[in-house]
């Protein structure tokens, strides 16, 4: 109870705090800046304000870096959205709906949507961060690598969601994808792999530079191909107010924001999974559950808060472990343990005792930056808009111009711009081939994932795969799977006989 | 058509600006003395929010305040990715590298294609990891009626190769982990990943020990959780005073990793000796040394000449031994 009034405390003094309150929206408009451009991550974010927080107390340092967090991890949907390029990865399957919404004139209402999801995702994992810390912190060490595995593998067969009707070539695009993540330095034992004797590969293909050229390229090159100069003029064609949905609307996906949240938070809290497996994850479950799901990636609000609501319920889901057990959930929270290393701080089992006052204070700070995420970025969303307006070629040169800096900063390695190129050119051919961009996305994501614990699983057990099989949560996963997996291909091929005698499926932005 | 090239002489445009921007000065002739640093120097590190990373940004406050320049920290995807990249840098001083001692491993048992010794330039060594450790979950050592290290001993030599411990192939704990094995405690070595990973599997019961610097398990033995039976190396580690070092077991080498700086190859005797001396005065301040007790770590200066033959000396011994995970 005692540290729940630390909390409010925190609460009212950050309010009443003009430098508090002032560091933190600073720190949110620079986070939705960076987000929001194509090519700097959140990580990226971080890293650039962590020299900042060096001179400041720890307290400072903590409402600087949290606020820049909230702000990056939302800002990522803006591009997503008017772009059809995300500006941070765990934003990809927002450009799903979120594009084609935008073609229809409702860019506003989806960006509106997109920022209100996002701030309920994060209150959500917000309050289990407060409430349920130490008891989500002791579950997530019954996670060995086998569950972990598990959850790869289940991961995996949402593949099935997502390829559409040609079962075949999207999991020709899922293999593409985790071929290309096991290029470079193996993660189990340091050894380089696949890099074809070019060093420069070394460091294996990153999602940065990959991601940035596997979506901003082709739309370049459409936009190339077309003849007329074309503007999104369709965003001054329908206002919108608020948030461009009501209260009712919203709810009625109450569902779907639940399942979203809660899928973020837990992928979140499990080390090295990540916001981006988090949004890939709720958007291809979602897609499988929601009623309109058939629908999804032909512009439908569902899908964006199936994707932001899960990137950003990702955030308090990776402090728990981070704070509770010293196990950063993400790079993100990897590095605001970095900076209160650099404090001096120790995070781990007593953090709560030793600390108290500083972890509520961290708590209240990511509840108030949150809340000004929603003031502040729909304040910024005219101005956005008012941008998105230009010629698409002017926009197009400078988002390239920024995919470039983006891919090259991520860890100054000229590769990374080579490897922005190479992917762009890449995506947008096996676009023009019909194979969908989300299968290979989600091998790309989760191929570390499976592969890494499926040999450290090995490597525990003396090369013994019982183990896995007699773990309850491991098999309750390995099943679903199974099922999951069994049933959408007996489905794919009913929806495809069924189709052949007339109907077409629908052509989407998946 | 025209948009086209225009597009593509754009992005031709973009792609040289970003690499320009990437390179070095250009400048060819040595550094002069008065002249260095004339503006930010780039410190080429392993991967943000990693231990080194975290060492690296500790020491590049003091750095660049000593210096009068911006330090500018770059993350590579790892230690020795960083590596090669400052290896092909220009030989002006702006770019260096600052890493740990983990690279030698790979470079000892002959898995690198550069010698991390003869290839580079040293500057200078700023701190060391106070030994390795040891833990067990309590109640596991509980069970198996272990109480201290030589009670670990009887068991695996009564029960050989069944307890497992847990390292990382290619770092210092590995390094530890092999000097133990060597020095005759019969375990099973399996890999579950880095530092949190192996604490987390200790503690879920899914493996009986693993090797973690002391901060990272230091609450955990507060708080009940873990019991410490041994700190690697042959002396008591200063932050666990009352845990027995391996030396006193005969398991004498000292694997800990050194944390230092260096460059490529040519680096101009003058710029060494400026970043040199501004790393012994930075590691003679008793603020740095208490910033980096908060992760178990002890002031290591090493001049140059010095932290060659060290490293020489370390790889030597590290080709010796069968490193776990390599061979």
Redesign the interface.
Known sequence: MENYLVFLRSIVELLITPRFLLLMAIFVVIGILLGALPGISV?MSL?LA??LT?GMDTRTAMVVLLACYNGAQTGGLISAIMLNIPGTSSAMTTTFDGHPMALKGEGGRALGVGILTSVVGGTISFLLLIFLTPVIAKF??????WEYFAIGIFSLTMITAVVGDDMAKGFLAALIGMALAMT??DS????IRFNFGN?AL???V?TTALMSGFFAIPE?LKL?MKDKDETLEVLKAKKFKGYGISFKEYLSQWKNILRSAFLGAYTGVL??IGSSAASVLSYSIGKKRNKDGHLWGTGCVSGIIASETANNACIGGALI?MLA????GS?S???L??SL??H???T????FQKEVNLVYMMFAVCFVANFLVLILERLMLNGFIKVLTLPR?IIM?EV??MC??GA?SS????TD?IIF?VGGFLGYFLQKAGVKRAPIVLGYILCDIVE?NFR?GM??T?MNMTPMFTSPIAMAFLLVAAFVMVRTVIQNIKAKKTRKAGEEEPETNI | MK??IT?VL??AM??S???C??SKDGSTEGTKKSDYPKYAI?V?TS????AV??NC??LT?YLGEKLGVNIV??????Q??AL??VMNADKDGYTIWFGNTSPLI?DAVG?S?FNVVEDFDMIASVSKGAGQVVSMKKTRAEELGIKNFQDLINYCEAHPEEL?I?SQ???STGAAVTCLMDGGLKV?T????E???R???V??G??DMCVTNY??V???R??G?LVILVSCGPDVNPFAKDVPASGDYGMTEDFAPYYYLCGPKGMPADVIEVLETAIKEITESASYG??LA??AQLVGYRNHTELATFLANQKKLLSEHEVI??K
């Open positions: 990580n890293i962590l020299p060096y997530a060490i019954n996670f060995g690598p470079g330095t189990v034992t340091n050894v060093h070394d460091g294996g990153t370049l190339v080390p090295g472990p057990l010293g196990v950063p790079t929270a990897g590095i343990m970095s290393n650099l001096g701080i120790t781990g089992p007593l953090v070629r040169v390239m111009a470039f800096i090259y860890r100054s390695n000229p711009l190129v890494k450290r490597s525990m003396q | 948009k086209l597009l754009a992005l973009v792609l600006l970003a690499a921007g990437g780039t080429v991967k943000s929010g990693s990373d975290n940004r500790a406050q920290v770059s993350n590579a995807s790892g020795n990715e090669r990249e790979n898995d294609d497992k847990s192939p290619n770092n099973t399996v890999n579950v990943g530092t949190g990973e604490i987390t599997a503690l879920a899914n493996i901060a990272a230091e609450q955990y507060e708080a959780d208490e910033s908060t992760n995970g390599m």
